[in-house]
């Protein structure tokens, strides 16, 4: 089998490694040559990171590889099976990029979208198939966490959605979950309320960002807290979210903080720019 993955940031470059250690043929296809070159390091890190951990022979790390390749040409995808879109969080590129692959896949099993929360439905309209079209949604870190939710919107069909999740549980071994075509799915529609409230605590003095996190680690066993979670997923991307999660269901919960606003127009984004509720400049 050979997919494409469409944006190799944080999202895209986990997809890709997962699906090349499955012993799926990947191309990863980025905005730029310099965003091509960072995908490319981010996966191979990550490689490296499995071998040192056990987790990985380095045998297989040496296979995963050869599966994976790099262009920043879309044309490059022609052929493959199917192709999953992970491009910034942003409704109106993802849009025309749904339209392009249409052109470039006409025959693939399906178009699936890692959005975290824009409707499936927006992405498939402008397609000749959206019956193709579905959410496959997987969580950060992709290599770590087993979850990917599948979203079917109201034309998908049925033959798509089986394929892709047999793609997901069989292929590549994940947990899948449905859920409806609406803003945020399943985990999001819960999940962003809960850090964007962690930031208004934070931002009202109410508690240290310190304690915030430390109260939900040591208190209801987190793995990680609400303000250093939001650092992981990345503060432009959980804006965002809670901007298309507010857009559907208007629901108070959903609004950005000001700090939010004020933190991603600073450009800072979290782990992935070196700072953002907390510093990570020395781990770069
Ligand atoms: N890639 C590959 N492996 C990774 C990794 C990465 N980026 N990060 C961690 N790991 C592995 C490590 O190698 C380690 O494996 P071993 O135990 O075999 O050595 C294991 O995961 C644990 O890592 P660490 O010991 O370094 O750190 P940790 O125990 O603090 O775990 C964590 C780090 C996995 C990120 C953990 O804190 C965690 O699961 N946090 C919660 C993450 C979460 O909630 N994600 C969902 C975000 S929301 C989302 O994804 C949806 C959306 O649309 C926004
Ligand atoms: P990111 O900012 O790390 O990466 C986005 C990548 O897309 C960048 O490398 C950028 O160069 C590339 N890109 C932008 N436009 C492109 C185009 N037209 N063609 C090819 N590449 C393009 O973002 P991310 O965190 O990887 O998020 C990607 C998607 O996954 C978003 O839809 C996001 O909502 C979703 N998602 C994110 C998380 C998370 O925790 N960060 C979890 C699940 C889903």
Do not use: W
């Amino acid at each position: 089998m050979r997919i494409g993955v469409v944006g190799g940031g944080l999202m895209g470059s986990g997809i890709a490694e997962v699906c090349a250690r499955a012993g799926v043929d990947v191309t990863v296809v980025e905005a730029d040559a310099a965003a091509s070159e960072r995908a490319q390091a981010r996966i191979e890190k990550s490689l490296d990171r499995g071998v040192r951990s056990g987790k990985l022979s380095a045998e297989d790390r040496g296979a995963a590889r050869e599966r994976l390749a790099y262009s920043t040409t879309l044309d490059d995808l022609e052929g493959a099976d199917a192709a999953i879109e992970a491009i910034v969080e942003q409704e109106a590129a993802k849009r025309e990029l749904f339209q392009r692959l249409d052109a470039v896949l006409p025959d693939a099993e399906f178009l699936a979208s890692n959005t975290s929360s824009v409707p499936i439905m927006k992405l498939g309209a402008g397609t000749s198939k959206p019956e193709r079209v579905l959410g496959l949604h997987f969580f950060n870190p992709v290599p770590v966490l087993p979850l990917v939710e599948v979203v079917r919107s109201i034309m998908t069909g049925e033959e798509a959605l089986e394929r892709a999740r047999g793609f997901a549980q069989d292929t590549l071994g994940k947990v899948c979950i449905d859920s409806q075509d609406r803003a945020g799915f399943v985990v999001n529609a819960l999940l962003i309320p809960y850090l964007l409230s962690a930031i208004r605590m934070y931002e009202s003095g109410f508690a240290s960002k310190e304690d915030i996190d430390e109260g939900m680690i040591k208190g209801c066993a987190h793995p990680m807290g609400p303000l250093a979670l939001s650092d992981l997923i990345g503060l432009d991307t959980l804006l965002a979210v809670s901007q298309s999660l507010y857009d559907e269901f208007r629901d108070p919960a959903s609004v950005a903080p000001a700090l939010l606003n004020r933190m991603v127009e600073a450009g800072l984004l979290g782990r992935k720019s070196g700072r953002g509720f907390y510093d990570y400049s020395k781990e770069r």
